[in-house]
């Protein structure tokens, strides 16, 4: 898939460990941040569960703890604030940078929106062992979160009180 010219990637694409975009059509004008919203405001079944399971195996390898999403609607951001554990390195209209990095990986995705089509990019460049095992499992898994995520959105949006 051809990538928007406002992507960002935490490292070249040939350097990277783990690379998936995926993409999809939007009915009407929004931010990245008012994408974000909509997407995040229904959470996936056993998502909390996920989060859970990933942090009790990530704290015996010394790995901060990231609890998951909130689902919480945010009105505005600027770089250096968090949405849910994701620091945001980069924020305008067409494009939210958002990142976790810690020593095993650096984690980036990047919302970005070109030609009312949103798109979902997430790269990750691993630094150890535990990285590369760590994205064994989440490689899949965040996969197919991400198409279960993008499949419920045009109903979120059709919504009266939609985020847009």
Known sequence: MQLPPNAALVAPRDQLDY???RSHPLPCDMTALEAWNAVMSRPLPLMGAAFKIRD???KQFGVKQIGGFTGARQTEVSEGEHLDFFLVEGVSPDRLILTERDRHLDVMTCIA???RTL???SSVKT???FGRAYMI???PAHRLI???MLR???TTLAAPQAVH
């Open 19 to 21: 690379f998936h975009v």
């Open 56 to 58: 009790a195996i990530s």
């Open 113 to 115: 929106i070109h030609d």
């Open 119 to 121: 798109f979902i990019i």
């Open 127 to 129: 630094h150890n062992l």
């Open 137 to 139: 499992p989440v490689g």
């Open 146 to 148: 991400v198409w279960a």
């Open 152 to 154: 419920g959105l045009d």
